[in-house]
């Protein structure tokens, strides 16, 4: 160990762990700290002790700075570094005041692992310790890990094969990352002759996840349509059949058995069919099976079956748990396939251009968040940037469009990547499978594309269905932002650090061309005056978004005074007579004026090029087709911002949203169609042969004419749509309680919210079992987290709360670890929450989950109805509030073993008569509780039975 950290002047460091309350670096506290020292090749724990309260807390943080002066630290993440720097600040009583501490140079160890293991995914160190190898028999403390696995990361790189660390070194040139110092050390230590003595195995990195399973030339041949005899079906379900082989301890479920065959007459009929099933009743099997052996049996035909899910966990639980199993299982072969949208997978031919030449495609403080990638991509397989977990390509969006694959970019005919197109390849694939598996934004985008991805299909399987329609409107409606015109100013034109752009490329190539000087000098300026109309578009674009944001807030503010209906709303809805577009209207003449500018600019650049000899100039075709590419972005870009600023389709709704921040001006547009419904009916359900609706809530006090009407299958002929439901086999008669605590106040009462604290308060610490609380505001929940926080600390019970300590999958997975924890969620955690056995075993809804009434969709919505005749609070804010009320309570019970109380604090819904549509719509009855001891006396006593 000492000599390689010799070779990048580490010979003394320390490693340090820390355990704290929070995530909150001003509000939270420490209350662990481990110290390791690493010197002369030897590791010794110097300091581990725990900080009880603040006193013993400055004791501790005085000992040890004390311990470890200005020598070089490790700590795990950027979030720990960032605890220890307020933790000092706040010591001293002057958080603007630099502590001792601030001079040491701090090394991340979470941002180290994930740039050079970029495909492991982890959110502690005891997740992250699972990968490394400590000395036999030694459970080393967590400050002697931080150091180990330090070490063993450095191996990694050490690893690295020299053209792979060359061109790290090349992406950090001008970066100030103290990896560049590891880096250089390396190449250092290389060059120099010197042989690396390695001292612990290689770091494994997981086996990558597939995105094909199974044969293309599985299943059966034949020249006419065969029906699935149910026989097949119910055989496969029996205690004899291929379930009963494949899965331990197999149960047979008579409603999943009911469903699946229900579900594959669907199929032989060629019929649309509604499945309502209950949590537990194993839907996804239900679905597959039939729809596997549909496409199977018939795929001479082209019987292909695409499933379509909402969320992340349901995709990867179909083809990395089901469709294996079942691949296991059924007689017969198959292909699976799992794809997703074009701008998921990297471009080899952007990579290419990157690593070629980064100076004219990223600017410098973007190449550092490229290294995991660098780092990645000779490992993946199928060039889906999801596996490199490192990346984060969500929170890196301007870095990841300069690489995602784009449909117009793609000139596979002749591209010199082709081969090495993920792109193609996974289609190809997909062209082969009995079964593709997509998510709704993909279906959705397809369709918009005229079904340029998935192709013709005739089979299709909706699951998490009840999410359809609102996806379905994002992707038939528009949106524009100033980002939109970010981003494809920056791909023609940028200047930062230095200059990028396809206009920087074109000029680079200039002059390597062979063309004339003076043919080089006038293209040159043509270049010139692209650059020039580029910036001034940009220019006109800040300038229209600021005076929007500064109308739209002299508005609001005027609003706010006058109408209490939409005081503080983000989301404004307007018209083509709005005030606001009226009052900028000269801005967006201005910005539209500057846009065309620039279009004539790129049209006389690729019209230049036209003209060239073919051996003007290395690469000018590809040069062109990219001045033509943007060109169309630009069109279509200014199409998008013709049709919201008019605002005018009165089968649309249009409204704008506040910027999130301060000071800021990301005001967005948007505008979707009201009538999804016809759209869905005309352009998908009447060209399939065969559509499965799956979802545990499709019906609303037992009846399925809403989501019907919703979604266009009430237009259908009736015997072309089938009806099920199956009951969840979940015994909730004595797995679960209802309880309505009716002494609260009404939901409208300024003391709502504290009282709900309170009771949240006490029974969190007299049951200390884990709780997940749902709200419907963001504003309901911060207050009672405030009002929380301190007592459940003390008490040891960790406070988890939505947009505060983590993403949503790392809240989950804490949740699910600990044995009694609270979690805090809005909108999302209302479904798509899987967390069976003790960590939850209370669930609370705040309130009934209606949707805001002045939101600009609802209220459109609901505005359509009444001229319709009907009655909008019934027959859509009711309705849609059930459904979410529904996949709320679905949190509670996941398993046979399951037991939990639901806590309904939202008493209208015994007090008023819509409630009764909420009480029909849970499968056990509710108990009101008259007061706060009759409520805890029935939750002691549920809990008392074992």
Same mark, same amino acid.
């Given at each position: 160990?000492? /000599?390689?950290?010799?070779?990048?002047?580490?010979?003394?460091?320390?490693?340090?762990?820390?355990?704290?309350?929070?995530?909150?670096?001003?509000?939270?506290?420490?209350?662990?700290?481990?110290?390791?020292?690493?010197?002369?090749?030897?590791?010794?724990?110097?300091?581990?002790?725990?900080?009880?309260?603040?006193?013993?807390?400055?004791?501790?943080?005085?000992?040890?700075?004390?311990?470890?002066?200005?020598?070089?630290?490790?700590?795990?993440? /950027?979030?720990?570094? &960032?605890?220890?720097?307020?933790?000092?600040?706040?010591?001293?009583?002057?958080? &603007?005041?630099?502590?001792?501490?601030?001079?040491?140079?701090?090394?991340?160890?979470?941002?180290?692992?994930?740039?050079?293991?970029?495909?492991?995914?982890?959110?502690?160190?005891?997740?992250?310790?699972?990968?490394?190898?400590?000395?036999?028999?030694?459970?080393?403390?967590?400050?002697?890990?931080?150091?180990?696995?330090?070490?063993?990361?450095?191996?990694?790189?050490?690893?690295?094969?020299?053209?792979?660390?060359?061109?790290?070194?090349?992406?950090?040139?001008?970066?100030?990352?103290?990896?560049?110092?590891?880096?250089?050390?390396?190449?250092?230590?290389?060059?120099?002759?010197?042989?690396?003595?390695?001292?612990?195995?290689?770091?494994?990195?997981?086996?990558?996840?597939?995105?094909?399973?199974?044969?293309?030339?599985?299943?059966?041949?034949? &020249?006419?349509?065969?029906?699935?005899?149910?026989?097949?079906?119910?055989?496969?379900?029996?205690?004899?059949?291929?379930?009963?082989?494949?899965?331990?301890?197999?149960?047979?479920?008579?409603?999943?058995?009911?469903?699946?065959?229900?579900?594959?007459?669907?199929?032989?009929?060629?019929?649309?069919?509604?499945?309502?099933?209950?949590?537990?009743?194993?839907?996804?099997?239900?679905?597959?099976?039939?729809?596997?052996?549909?496409?199977?049996?018939?795929?001479?035909?082209?019987?292909?079956?695409?499933?379509?899910?909402?969320?992340?966990?349901?995709?990867?639980?179909?083809?990395?748990?089901?469709?294996?199993?079942?691949?296991?299982?059924?007689?017969?072969?198959?292909?699976?396939?799992?794809?997703?949208?074009?701008?998921?997978?990297?471009?080899? #031919?952007?990579?290419?251009?990157?690593?070629?030449?980064?100076?004219?495609?990223?600017? %410098?403080?973007?190449?550092?968040?490229?290294?995991?990638?660098?780092?990645?991509?000779?490992?993946?397989?199928?060039?889906?940037?999801?596996?490199?977990?490192?990346?984060?390509?969500?929170?890196?969006?301007?870095?990841?469009?300069?690489?995602?694959?784009?449909?117009?970019?793609?000139?596979?005919?002749?591209?010199?990547?082709?081969?090495?197109?993920?792109?193609?390849?996974?289609?190809?694939?997909? #062209?082969?499978?009995?079964?593709?598996?997509?998510?709704?934004?993909?279906?959705?985008?397809?369709?918009?594309?005229?079904?340029?991805?998935?192709?013709?299909?005739? =089979?299709?399987?909706?699951?998490?269905?009840?999410?359809?329609?609102?996806?379905?409107?994002?992707?038939?409606?528009?949106?524009?932002?100033?980002?939109?015109?970010?981003?494809?100013?920056?791909?023609?034109?940028? +200047?930062?650090?230095?200059?990028?752009?396809?206009?920087?490329?074109?000029?680079?190539?200039?002059?390597?061309?062979?063309?004339?000087?003076?043919?080089?000098?006038?293209?040159?300026?043509?270049?010139?005056?692209?650059?020039?109309?580029?910036?001034?578009?940009?220019?006109?674009?800040?300038?229209?978004?600021?005076?929007?944001?500064?109308?739209?807030?002299?508005?609001?503010?005027?609003?706010?005074?006058?109408? #209490?209906?939409?005081?503080?709303?983000?989301?404004?809805?307007?018209?083509?007579?709005?005030?606001?577009?009226?009052?900028?209207?000269?801005?967006?003449?201005?910005?539209?004026?500057?846009?065309?500018?620039?279009?004539?600019?790129?049209?006389?650049?690729?019209?230049?090029?036209?003209?060239? %000899?073919?051996?003007?100039?290395?690469?000018?075709?590809?040069?062109?087709?990219?001045?033509?590419?943007?060109?169309?972005?630009?069109?279509?870009?200014?199409?998008?911002?013709?049709?919201?600023?008019?605002?005018? =389709?009165?089968?649309?709704?249009?409204?704008?949203?506040?910027?999130?921040?301060?000071?800021?001006?990301?005001?967005?547009?948007?505008?979707?169609?009201?009538?999804?419904?016809?759209?869905?009916?005309?352009?998908?359900?009447?060209?399939?042969?065969?559509?499965?609706?799956?979802?545990?809530?499709?019906?609303?006090?037992?009846?399925?004419?809403?989501?019907?009407?919703?979604?266009?299958? &009430?237009?259908?002929?009736?015997?072309?749509?089938?009806?099920?439901?199956?009951?969840?086999?979940?015994?909730?008669?004595?797995?679960?309680?209802?309880?309505?605590?009716?002494?609260?106040?009404?939901?409208?009462?300024? #003391?709502?919210?504290?009282?709900?604290?309170?009771?949240?308060?006490?029974?969190?610490?007299?049951?200390? +079992?884990?709780?997940?609380?749902?709200?419907?505001?963001?504003?309901?929940?911060?207050?009672?987290?405030?009002?929380?926080?301190? %007592?459940? =600390?003390?008490?040891?019970?960790?406070?988890?709360?939505?947009?505060?300590?983590?993403?949503?999958?790392?809240?989950?997975?804490?949740?699910?670890?600990?044995?009694?924890?609270?979690?805090?969620?809005?909108?999302?955690?209302?479904?798509?929450?899987?967390?069976?056995?003790?960590?939850?075993?209370?669930?609370?809804?705040?309130?009934?989950?209606?949707?805001?009434?002045?939101?600009?969709?609802?209220?459109?919505?609901?505005?359509?109805?009444?001229?319709?005749?009907?009655?909008?609070?019934?027959?859509?804010?009711?309705?849609?509030?059930?459904?979410?009320?529904?996949?709320?309570?679905?949190?509670?019970?996941?398993?046979?073993?399951?037991?939990?109380?639901?806590?309904?604090?939202?008493?209208?819904?015994?007090?008023?008569?819509?409630?009764?549509?909420?009480?029909?719509?849970?499968?056990?009855?509710?108990?009101?509780?008259?007061?706060?001891?009759?409520?805890?006396?029935?939750?002691?006593?549920?809990?008392?039975?074992?």
């Amino acid at each position: 160990m000492k /000599s390689l950290l010799s070779a990048i002047r580490l010979q003394h460091f320390y490693g340090i762990a820390l355990r704290r309350t929070g995530g909150d670096i001003w509000e939270d506290a420490i209350t662990h700290v481990a110290v390791a020292q690493f010197i002369d090749g030897k590791i010794t724990v110097v300091l581990d002790e725990a900080c009880a309260s603040d006193d013993t807390r400055e004791a501790v943080l005085r000992r040890l700075q004390d311990t470890i002066g200005d020598v070089p630290l490790v700590l795990f993440s /950027s979030a720990d570094i &960032d605890f220890l720097h307020a933790s000092f600040h706040a010591m001293y009583d002057n958080k &603007d005041r630099a502590s001792p501490f601030l001079m040491n140079e701090c090394w991340d160890l979470q941002r180290l692992a994930s740039t050079l293991l970029p495909v492991i995914s982890f959110a502690t160190l005891e997740e992250l310790a699972v990968y490394f190898t400590f000395p036999e028999g030694e459970n080393p403390a967590s400050s002697e890990a931080v150091i180990l696995i330090f070490y063993q990361l450095i191996e990694s790189l050490a690893r690295m094969e020299p053209r792979i660390v060359s061109q790290a070194n090349r992406f950090l040139e001008h970066s100030k990352s103290p990896l560049k110092r590891i880096l250089r050390g390396l190449a250092d230590y290389i060059r120099d002759g010197k042989n690396i003595h390695f001292i612990f195995p290689e770091v494994q990195w997981p086996t990558p996840a597939p995105n094909v399973i199974g044969v293309a030339d599985g299943g059966f041949f034949s &020249d006419t349509i065969h029906s699935v005899p149910d026989s097949d079906i119910r055989r496969f379900f029996s205690p004899q059949g291929g379930l009963s082989r494949s899965m331990e301890a197999y149960e047979e479920r008579a409603e999943q058995t009911r469903l699946t065959v229900a579900i594959n007459s669907a199929f032989n009929a060629s019929q649309h069919i509604l499945a309502e099933a209950g949590t537990g009743t194993g839907k996804s099997l239900a679905y597959l099976i039939p729809a596997i052996h549909w496409a199977s049996y018939n795929n001479a035909l082209g019987e292909q079956v695409v499933i379509s899910t909402h969320t992340k966990n349901l995709q990867d639980q179909l083809f990395y748990k089901d469709i294996p199993l079942l691949a296991r299982t059924l007689p017969f072969g198959f292909r699976a396939v799992l794809l997703k949208g074009r701008s998921n997978y990297i471009c080899m #031919k952007k990579w290419t251009h990157i690593t070629a030449d980064a100076g004219s495609h990223v600017q %410098p403080q973007e190449r550092e968040k490229l290294l995991p990638i660098l780092f990645w991509i000779h490992r993946t397989r199928t060039g889906d940037i999801s596996e490199c977990v490192g990346f984060q390509a969500e929170a890196n969006p301007g870095v990841w469009h300069k690489l995602a694959s784009e449909s117009a970019y793609c000139q596979a005919q002749r591209c010199s990547r082709s081969e090495d197109c993920f792109v193609r390849k996974i289609r190809e694939e997909a #062209k082969q499978a009995h079964v593709v598996v997509v998510n709704h934004a993909l279906l959705f985008s397809d369709l918009v594309s005229d079904n340029a991805i998935l192709g013709d299909y005739h =089979n299709l399987v909706l699951d998490e269905a009840h999410n359809v329609e609102k996806v379905a409107q994002n992707y038939l409606g528009a949106e524009f932002s100033l980002w939109a015109v970010r981003g494809l100013t920056s791909k023609l034109y940028e +200047r930062d650090q230095t200059e990028t752009g396809v206009l920087i490329q074109l000029r680079q190539k200039l002059q390597k061309s062979r063309l004339s000087d003076a043919l080089q000098s006038a293209f040159l300026s043509q270049i010139q005056t692209g650059t020039d109309a580029c910036v001034q578009f940009w220019l006109a674009a800040q300038a229209l978004f600021q005076r929007l944001t500064t109308e739209a807030l002299r508005k609001t503010e005027f609003a706010m005074q006058g109408d #209490k209906a939409v005081r503080g709303e983000r989301r404004v809805r307007y018209g083509p007579t709005d005030s606001l577009l009226l009052r900028v209207a000269d801005d967006v003449d201005l910005m539209h004026e500057k846009a065309v500018k620039l279009h004539q600019a790129l049209d006389v650049l690729s019209e230049t090029m036209r003209q060239w %000899p073919t051996d003007a100039m290395d690469g000018a075709e590809e040069m062109r087709d990219l001045i033509i590419l943007r060109t169309d972005e630009l069109d279509a870009l200014l199409k998008t911002v013709d049709f919201l600023t008019e605002g005018a =389709n009165k089968d649309y709704v249009y409204w704008y949203e506040m910027p999130p921040k301060e000071r800021s001006y990301d005001m967005r547009f948007y505008a979707v169609p009201l009538n999804i419904a016809d759209i869905l009916r005309n352009t998908l359900l009447e060209k399939l042969k065969t559509c499965v609706f799956s979802s545990a809530t499709l019906s609303v006090a037992g009846q399925f004419n809403y989501y019907k009407r919703r979604i266009g299958l &009430d237009a259908m002929r009736s015997e072309k749509v089938q009806e099920f439901t199956a009951d969840s086999p979940f015994d909730y008669k004595n797995q679960s309680r209802i309880l309505v605590p009716t002494f609260l106040p009404e939901p409208q009462s300024p #003391k709502y919210n504290d009282a709900c604290a309170e009771l949240l308060k006490r029974i969190t610490l007299e049951t200390r +079992r884990g709780m997940l609380v749902l709200f419907t505001s963001y504003q309901m929940m911060n207050s009672c987290y405030y009002q929380l926080r301190d %007592p459940l =600390n003390a008490a040891g019970i960790p406070l988890l709360m939505q947009g505060r300590d983590a993403s949503r999958t790392q809240l989950t997975e804490h949740f699910r670890r600990e044995r009694v924890s609270v979690l805090f969620g809005t909108d999302s955690f209302w479904e798509g929450v899987d967390v069976p056995g003790s960590a939850l075993e209370i669930l609370v809804i705040t309130k009934l989950p209606f949707e805001v009434p002045s939101d600009p969709l609802v209220a459109a919505k609901m505005e359509r109805i009444d001229a319709q005749g009907g009655k909008s609070f019934f027959d859509y804010s009711v309705p849609e509030a059930v459904i979410k009320f529904r996949q709320g309570f679905g949190r509670l019970i996941r398993s046979r073993s399951d037991r939990g109380v639901a806590l309904v604090f939202d008493n209208r819904v015994v007090t008023k008569s819509y409630g009764s549509y909420f009480m029909r719509s849970l499968p056990v009855q509710a108990l009101r509780m008259p007061s706060e001891e009759v409520l805890m006396n029935n939750l002691t006593t549920f809990f008392s039975i074992t």
